[in-house]
């Protein structure tokens, strides 16, 4: 195929809610190939090894243990997955990036943070827009584990506004220096770290620099206290102070000015990577949960038996096997992307930054997704568990804990959720993706009579992917009318903006599900596809309940009278389900096939 063709063929970054997808364009799970399989199994086998039977350390502050294993993770060539070859990684794609940061996270949240800092945040802004010398100097030391790396952009007074900060950089004299004087806080990995990527203004420029900044004390720089946190016990979070720090007018990252989008930019790859390591965590809980179920008596049976305890069992498992199909397709379409633009002559630089940036939007929708699962999971996790489930002594405890801070940190989810739908708008605005074309469309058939044919849906999924492209259209229906009424100024409509993100969120997971398990179906068969086919009903009808919603609340904020009558009216037409799916049926269905394989068995 030639690029040109491949570049039409490949879904852009949002289109996926105005252009149909094929199932046999989804990449799955089930499509891994040998080698990333035996990475998956390699990263298994070393959670097993140094993690999950050392779980009580992490959990009682010993970060010493967190910085030996990351040692060690760095001797089995874990950290430089992402890391091109000729700075001394493995060179691999992005889907096996994606497997690592998704199979380390089982174990403990605090291993995890410890190892998406240094190797996402913490390594890829200077692989990303390092210089040849920089590159050269830094990034074999990061790859292999003899340095380790934090990122420093927060400040007391910059969180969410993070091109706020108040750290400078003012140039020495003779022009060789910055001196980079400032406070930075909730610095994860600061404590161990060899070299830290700091945000500094240089006089009253609008936007941050980016530096490397070696870590020598010698040099003004000291640290806090480690934080007392919720979770993630034995991830080193310190405050960062620099005083005078001098640091080599070679080691500015980029151009001056350019470290918000740096920062940014590193927080897109962030994002889907923390959603990666959003999995395993909800995969372990499910496994341990389940055995618990099974082997717990009470009223004279396992727990299990219990339509209460299978419920929570089905929609746990459920929400990581949809977590699972959303994830790897994007960081599948990053892949190709990337790929795309190296064929078409950029550096892998110039084009792994380009393919990440293309996906902002499915980044920062599985970011808030995924992690909003993961909680959800954990804290149903401790209900299974009963009052063993508030025990410090059992693994649910820690991993509620741990789950929390996956909604705060790289973009808390509200701003991510924004995020999402400001993104969208924007590119509809420049023409990258046709949004008024099917917003017109979809105004024009809520004019129309609906049509009263009895449409067959015989085939697999047949209405299930009829009901997706109507939800689809609620979404351009309500997006749609709000940017005609407030313009640019619906970014200040906040509650509108969140409600139309829940709906943009929802129907990218329902239909990544979707497609994960149609494509299956037709390669393994229906009956082996049994519990997927389950688990994707149950969550479009989980998906369609969330949307009439949120559809609700949007539409009566802001469209009265006959307006609000007819989106209402649009509305129930396009969630209108003809053959409403048994849901208790389904859950006890997909209940009891994770009851028999003792744990999630569909990855
Ligand atoms: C354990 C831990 C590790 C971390 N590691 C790092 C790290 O390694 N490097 C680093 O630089 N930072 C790190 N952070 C910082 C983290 O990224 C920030 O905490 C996060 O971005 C939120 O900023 P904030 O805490 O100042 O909250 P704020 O920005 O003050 O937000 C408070 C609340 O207000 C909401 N809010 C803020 N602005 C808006 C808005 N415009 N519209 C609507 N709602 C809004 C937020 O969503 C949130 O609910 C870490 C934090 C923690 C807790």
Redesign the pocket.
């Known amino acids: 195929m030639s690029t040109e063709a491949a570049n039409k063929d490949i879904l852009r970054g949002g289109q996926f809610l105005v252009k149909e997808t094929n199932c046999e364009d989804v990449f799955t799970l089930e499509d891994l190939n040998e080698e990333q399989r035996m990475m998956r199994e390699s990263t298994k086998e070393f959670v097993d090894r140094e993690l999950w039977a050392h779980w009580e350390r992490f959990e009682k502050k010993d970060y010493a243990f967190t910085e030996e294993t990351m040692r060690k993770a760095g001797e089995l060539g874990l950290l430089s997955v992402a890391v091109p070859e000729s700075y001394g990684g493995m060179g691999m794609g992005f889907v096996s990036t994606m497997l690592v940061c998704d199979y380390i996270s089982g174990a403990t949240g605090s291993f995890s943070t410890a190892f998406g ?1 240094h190797t996402g ?1 913490g390594t890829m802004p200077i692989t990303l827009y390092g210089t040849e010398e920089q590159k050269q100097k830094y990034v074999p030391k990061l790859a292999s584990g003899e340095w380790f790396g ?5 400040e007391p007074g910059a ?3 993070a091109n706020s900060g108040k750290t400078k950089a003012v140039l020495s004299e003779d022009g060789k220096f910055y001196n980079i004087t400032g406070q ?1 806080m ?3 990995n600061a404590g161990f770290c060899n070299l830290f990527i700091v945000f500094a203004r240089i006089e009253d420029d609008k936007n941050i620099t980016g530096f490397i900044v070696e870590n020598d004390p010698s040099n003004g720089i000291t640290l806090g206290d480690e934080e007392k ?1 919720l979770g ?1 016990h034995s ?1 080193s ?1 310190r405050q960062v102070f620099f005083n005078e720090t001098k640091v080599s007018v070679e080691n500015m990252l980029s151009t001056r000015g350019n470290g918000f989008k740096i920062a940014m930019n590193a927080l897109n790859v962030g994002r889907i990577k923390l959603a990666a390591a959003c999995l395993d965590a909800q995969r372990r809980v499910i496994g341990e949960a389940t055995k618990y179920a099974n082997e717990r008596i009470q009223f004279k049976t396992p727990i299990i038996n219990f339509g209460a305890i299978k419920s929570k069992i089905a929609e746990m498992a459920t929400s990581v096997y949809v977590d699972e199909s959303a994830s790897y397709r994007a960081a599948k379409n990053i892949e190709d992307r990337i790929a795309i633009r190296e064929a078409e002559g950029n550096t892998h630089q110039e084009a792994e930054l380009k393919g990440v940036e293309e996906y902002a939007i499915e980044c920062s929708i599985l970011k808030v997704a995924v992690s909003e699962d993961c909680q959800n999971t954990t804290d149903e996790g401790i209900q299974i568990f009963g009052g063993m489930g508030f025990s410090a002594d059992t693994p649910m405890e820690s991993a509620w804990r741990d789950s929390r ?1 996956a909604r ?5 989810n ?2 991510n959720r ?1 995020l999402a739908v400001g993104m969208l708008v924007k590119k509809a605005m420049k023409g990258h993706v046709d949004l008024l074309g099917p917003a017109t469309a979809v105004g024009e058939e809520l004019m129309g009579i609906p049509s009263f044919d009895a449409p067959d849906f015989s085939e697999l999924f047949a209405e299930e992917k009829d009901i997706l492209k109507r939800l689809k259209k609620v979404f351009l229906m309500v997006a749609g009318s709000a940017v005609q009424k407030f313009g640019p100024e619906l970014e200040n409509h ?1 509650q509108l903006m969140l409600a139309a993100s829940d709906i943009l969120i929802e129907v990218y997971m329902a239909e990544s599900a979707l497609l994960r398990t149609e494509k299956n179906a037709k390669r393994f068969g229906e009956e082996a596809q049994a519990t997927q086919i389950a688990m994707s009903r149950l969550y479009l009808f989980n998906a369609t309940e969330t949307i009439i919603r949120r559809g609700k609340e949007a539409i009566v904020s802001f469209a009265e009278g006959d307006e609000q009558r007819m989106m209402l009216m649009g509305l129930k037409r396009f969630t209108k389900y003809t053959n409403y799916p048994n849901i208790v049926a389904l859950r006890t269905q997909i209940a009891d096939k994770v009851s028999a394989d003792n744990g999630y068995t569909f990855d």
């Not at 705060?408 to 808390?412: F, Q, R």
Request: proline letters at 0%; hydrophobic letters at 40%.
């Open positions: 800092a945040i934090a990122y420093c952009l927060t969180g969410s506004d930075k909730w610095i994860s946190k993630i991830s979070t801070i705060i940190y790289e973009g808390t509200e701003i924004m906040q």
